[in-house]
Structure formats: structure tokens, C-alpha cells
């Protein structure tokens, strides 16, 4: 992928494709907060915890500051502790010997092994178990650990992040997650923000993956519009970049009428405007026309992806006048530049003459 830049990895692991710094934190303020404090942590050997939810970008920025630090030559071991079970998972981490169990039919190294001079990423730590959290941070205190069925101890030098999607001093006060360990994993916390706290960020990250899943797919795709986008930079995206990724990807291998936002899109609208009214308090009128708004935004959005953007027929599945639509889809911001430039009455001139005009 044109941008993206390739790190060499001696392992078993695929060599890791990153996208470009711009695109990982773009422009906000949350995300350039983020890279400042990344940036000076990546040629130390400190526990990192990255914290934020599903789909805002945790492992790639875990595999940015594995890429930028010393052991950027060594592998980048990942182990989502919430995709393995667990029993599996302390065989997964630490390996096991012959005869360890039923089943252990030869010895194996664990992928703490593996991250020997690398990095080891525990994805989704606050599912990790109890009696495993106890043996986690015991190696995490002096680099030691045994095997299953090994009284021999073994000493690994890696470096540790660890990233959860879920508030650990709450899981800490329900009895679910050693204080002790938190302590030790939380000495630098990067907080990565959802995707509708940096909106400005988006049309990149857009245009990213679109020339991204073009090349994936063999498959030219129509650029996004000036007014798509800053649709999409008002929804509230519960998905985060995952979500995003994915409507992208749908639109390069539909086309222009693939839909990628799904679910009722008036409902998507970010929240996050309401707290930028200066705080103080909203009439009701204003409220209640903006609602109105939104809803009325919500079914022309759908009408014309359910007519593949032949705005005359969504005009005749409305029930409104076709001039009447067109303003309403500039109102809405869902046209294209070029489209702008035509007003209802020329539309109306050239009639179904004009091909672009449906």
C-alpha cells in the first residue's frame, strides 16, 4: 500500500504494514496529545496500558510504538486475553512441557517466548483471569516464569503493552482485576479518543482506506463527496474506525449507492454537539427543530440509498416534489460539489435529457 511503511520482523509474525503517522493521528488535539506522549516513551522499556474503545486504533498504535522504539527488530507477539479461553490462554502465554497434560504431546514455548526482544501485547487484559493475572505479574516483576510442567525458570526480555477497552479501577473495586497488577501495567496510560471526538480526522482516514481496500479489491471506486464527508464527520460512529473501515470498504466493492453507515442513521448523529452550545441551555424550539431536522436527514439518507441516489424516484418514495428534494439534500449536505452547482431549476430544464440529474 502506497504510504504505508514496512518493518522488518524476524519471526513467525507477517511483516507488519503500518499506515502513514498522518493518518494514525491526523489533526485533532486528543490524538496529537496521544502521539506527543507515544513519541517519548518509545526508546524506553516501560509497561504501557492503552485504554479506549473497541475500534479506535489500539493494536496499531501498540504496533507503532513497537516500530519506533529498539525492538523494532524483534517479533511483535499479540495475545487477545478475551479470544482464547482460559484455560488455554495460560498454556497460550507461558507454553507448556511433554506431559504436562493430556494432550501435551511434546513441549512448546509460549508467545511470552516468542516476544523474547520484541514486544508482547496483551490485547483486552481486563478479561484476563484471575489465578493468571497472579503469574502475569510475577513475570512482569523480574522477567521469570516457568512453563507448564517445568520447575525450571526461564528469563525473557520484552517489552509490555497491554490495552483494554473496559475502566480498570471499576473491574479493580468489583473484585475482577488485581490492584497489584494494575499498578504495575499502568505506568504510562495512553487514552485513545472515539472517532466522533476527532471528526476533523476522518475525511483522511477516509480517503486512506479507500485507496486501501481499491488496491485490496482490484477495484476503482468513485471519490467520496465534499458533502458525504462532512456527513460523516457528524455521525457519532459507536464502531469507531472499525466501523468506518468497513463502510469504506462496502463503497469501494458496491459503489456510490453501497450504504456505509448502516442502522437507522438519524440515530447516529453526534452526540458530542450538544456539549459545544457554549454549556448553557438550549431552547426547546431549537431542540425540537433540530430533531426534526436530523429525522427528516435520516429518511432522504435512506430513500436514496434504498434508489440508488436516483433522486426522482426517492422524491416519488417520499411523497415530496423533486425541487423539494433537491433542496433538501443540499439543506442535508448529502450532494456533491458538482451537483450543488446545479439549481432545481435547471435540473428541471433538462429533464431526464441530463443523466446526472437522477
Known amino acids: 500500500m502506497p504510504g504505508e511503511k514496512k518493518r522488518k520482523n524476524k519471526g513467525t509474525e507477517p511483516i507488519d504494514l503500518l499506515p502513514p503517522d498522518d493518518v494514525i493521528f491526523g489533526r485533532s488535539a486528543a490524538m496529537q496529545q496521544v502521539r506527543r506522549l507515544a513519541t517519548r516513551i518509545c ?4 509497561p504501557v496500558l ?51 497434560f493430556t494432550g501435551a504431546h511434546g513441549s512448546k514455548p509460549g508467545r511470552v517466548e516468542f516476544a523474547h526482544n520484541g514486544t508482547l501485547f496483551l490485547d483486552e487484559i481486563a478479561d484476563l483471569g484471575l489465578g493468571l493475572q497472579s503469574k502475569l505479574l510475577q513475570f ?9 510442567g517445568d520447575e525450571s525458570e526461564r528469563v525473557v526480555e520484552a517489552r509490555f503493552i497491554c ?5 480498570l479501577e471499576e473491574e479493580i473495586d468489583l473484585g475482577r482485576f488485581r490492584a497489584d497488577l494494575y499498578y504495575r501495567i499502568n505506568v504510562v496510560r495512553l487514552r485513545l479518543p472515539r472517532l466522533s471526538e476527532r471528526g476533523e480526522d476522518i475525511p483522511l482516514m477516509a480517503e486512506y482506506f479507500r485507496a486501501q481496500f481499491q488496491e485490496k479489491f482490484s477495484k476503482q471506486s468513485e471519490p467520496l463527496s465534499a458533502g458525504m464527508l462532512n456527513y460523516l464527520q457528524k455521525l457519532d460512529w459507536p464502531g469507531n474506525i472499525r466501523e468506518l473501515s468497513n463502510g469504506i470498504a462496502r463503497h469501494v466493492l458496491i459503489g456510490a449507492g453501497a450504504q456505509i453507515v448502516q442502522g437507522p442513521v438519524g440515530e447516529r448523529i453526534d452526540q458530542g454537539r450538544e456539549s459545544s452550545r457554549d454549556g448553557g441551555i438550549v431552547p426547546l424550539k431549537q431542540l425540537a427543530r433540530e430533531a426534526v431536522r436530523e429525522k427528516e436527514r435520516s ?8 434508489n440508488q441516489w436516483n433522486r426522482r424516484k426517492a422524491a416519488q418514495a417520499l411523497k415530496i416534489s423533486y425541487r423539494a428534494l433537491i433542496y433538501k439534500i443540499r439543506d442535508a449536505g448529502l450532494l456533491a460539489r458538482r451537483d450543488e452547482d446545479l439549481t432545481p431549476s435547471r435540473e428541471k430544464a433538462a429533464g431526464h435529457s441530463h443523466p446526472s440529474a437522477d
Open 43 to 46: 526508546a524506553t522499556n516501560v
Open 50 to 100: 492503552l485504554n479506549g474503545n473497541g475500534g479506535t486504533g489500539k493494536e496499531v498504535l501498540a504496533r507503532w510504538i513497537h516500530a519506533h522504539s529498539p525492538w523494532g527488530n524483534g517479533q511483535f507477539v499479540k495475545v487477545n486475553c478475551a479470544a482464547i479461553p482460559g484455560a488455554l490462554l495460560e498454556s497460550e502465554l507461558f507454553g507448556y512441557e511433554k506431559g504436562a
Open 140 to 148: 512482569l516483576q523480574d522477567g521469570r516464569f516457568s512453563r507448564i
Open 163 to 167: 490495552a483494554t477497552s473496559k475502566n
Open 299 to 306: 429518511f432522504i439518507f435512506e430513500a436514496l440509498q434504498a
